[in-house]
Structure formats: structure tokens, C-alpha cells
């Protein structure tokens, strides 16, 4: 047992760790049993096209991970732009112990990374439930635009949203127009 725990630490690597940890762990049918988990893991994550590196000997600060234990990195990034893990048990003092996962993320990170968007808004006001609507907004984000969808009741000041454009009704359609300050 002492061996295959400092051995641990120094499992880490391409999938190549796993027939490394079998041999360490081949007394141990919980560590096997996790250990075979683990694999089908990575096996979905690299279906996936997804590139995986596995430290073994993985601890983290917070003691409440019951399971699988992840970081997701930025290529040349040393800081994780995502950390996360399995727990189970957390829920219990609430009367609701399911199995969950969680993560957390670097929003500034996250947010550096999305496409500048033009200057100005398109201020929708529209109900979603309209099939046109949503399909026209729909089609603007995905072109790039912001569009910000105009509450009801509320004052929904162009200026205030940053708005220099509003989406209208013009027939069967949907049109931007500009708007005048």
C-alpha cells in the first residue's frame, strides 16, 4: 500500500498512466474499480475530440470531492480557465444528498475570449414566442450582432442600452432601422 501511494504523485501523462496504475493498484479492487471509471471517462473525452492529461495524484483544498476531480486549460496557459469535480455527499445536511458535479470558472478569461462586438446594439422589442421574432434575433447574434431584448413595462431607453439600432416589423419580416438621438 505504501508503495502504490508514493508511487501516485508521479502518475501523470497521456493515457499511458493507466496500465502504470493497474499494476500499482492490482490489490485494491476500490482503487481498480475507480481506476477503470476513470478510463471510460477519458475514453468519452477523447471520442470527443477533447485532449486529456491525467495527474494521479490529484489533491485539491476542499475535501468534499468524492469522485473524479478536473481543471480545463487554454493552450500555453498555466492557470485553468475551469476547475471542477465530482461530489455526492454534499447535499445530505439539506435532506438531499444526489450525485452532482460542479465546476468554476475564470469569467474574465471566459470573456477575453469572445469576439469584440461591433459598436452600437440592436434593441428588440418583440415577444419571442413570435416564430419571426426569435428567428430574426436568432440570426443576428449569430452574425455577430448584440441584440438586447427590450423588457415590458420597463423604460427600455435606446441610449441607456447602448442601442443604435432597433429591429421593427415591416410586412411579413423583420428590418433594423436606425435610431435617432
Known sequence: AARALAALPFLDGDTGVFAQARGLLADFPDATEALADLERLVSVLAERGLDVHLDLGELRGYHYHT?????????????PLAKGGRYDHIGEVFGRARPATGFSADLKKLASLAPVPRAGAVLARGALANAG??????????QGERVVLALAGADNDPAE??????LVSAGDGWTLQSISS
Open 67 to 79: 469522485g473524479c476531480v478536473f481543471a480545463a486549460y487554454l493552450p500555453g496557459d498555466s492557470e
Open 133 to 142: 421574432f426569435a428567428a430574426r434575433v436568432a440570426e443576428l447574434r449569430a
Open 161 to 166: 442600452l447602448g442601442c443604435d439600432r432597433e
